[in-house]
């Protein structure tokens, strides 16, 4: 597993995080990080120039009105801290220090009744990275709860640049042959998945295609996926969604299949 989400802090500690210097342990309201810049939603609080990822957060600047679009749900209403380290030795110096005992993950998103924080550093998959916590946490500051799978699955999905995301995911190949073979990912197993330490690189992909065929396959499918979000972001009780595809579209496994081997 390359990622994990937290959900440990509280307000006061998100305050005492800002007035920290990446470098000391010491409070003090003065404290900046040497670059920080706001795109959205996102206040970006670095130890290295940002200014040589612009293009990334020219993306980050629409996640959320993609999102909102492919999903309709509602904006983010609250800021989302991205805490982003240049070299990995200081990102797990900092985050044992800060927050000893969490399990070391390259990237993290943390949140509980504060806004959201995610934590990066400048490894080969950094912009991946970025953009998959960031989904998470975009996600979490306007539903709820999100399903374990399905977050990880849209996650998986917008981590990829928009021009990417239906065509180029590294997941794309392996389902398609999948599907040519007569495969089906069982979705109500996905749905019994109730930790991380149970999601390997298999569940993953497997949510990722389900995530893909509801956003790309049958509007019927498409529909099930905005009216159960819509369900959980109003309160209500959203049903389990493999149940709700499968009494729209009866012979739903042929569908997915038909999705994926007919993908141009």
Known sequence: MRR???????????????????????????????????????HCHADFKLDRFDPLWRQMATLQQDLTKDLRIAPASEPIHLFLFERKSTYEDY??????GVPYRRALF??????????????????????????????HATLPLVPLWL?????????????????????LSKVTWAARFGQTPDLAELE??????????????????????????????????????????????PGVLSDRLRQRIPDLDERFREHFRTWK
């Not at 806004?115 to 080969?124: D, Q």
């Not at 149970?198 to 569940?203: E, I, P, R």
């Not at 949510?207 to 049958?218: E, N, S, T, Y």
Request: net charge negative; aromatic share 12%.
């Open 192 to 237: 019994q998945i109730g930790s991380l330490a149970s999601m390997g690189a298999t569940q993953y992909r497997h949510a990722w295609a389900w995530v893909h065929f509801m956003l790309h396959g049958p509007a019927e499918a498409h529909d099930e996926l905005v009216s159960f979000l819509s369900a959980i972001q109003s309160y209500s009780p």
């Open 95 to 100: 985050l044992a220090l800060h927050f000893p």
């Open 151 to 171: 977050d990880e699955g849209l996650a998986e999905y917008f981590e990829e640049p928009a021009s990417e995301r239906a065509d180029n995911s590294p997941h």
């Open 110 to 139: 943390i949140k509980e009744r504060g806004p959201g924080m995610v934590f990066a550093y400048l490894s080969t998959d950094f912009e991946t990275d970025v953009r998959h916590e960031s989904t998470h946490a975009l996600l």
């Open 4 to 42: 994990s989400r937290l959900y440990l802090l509280t307000q006061s500690i998100l305050v005492a995080w800002l007035l920290l210097s990446p470098g000391t342990a010491t409070l003090s309201a003065q404290a900046r990080w040497p670059d920080e810049r706001t795109t959205g939603v996102f």
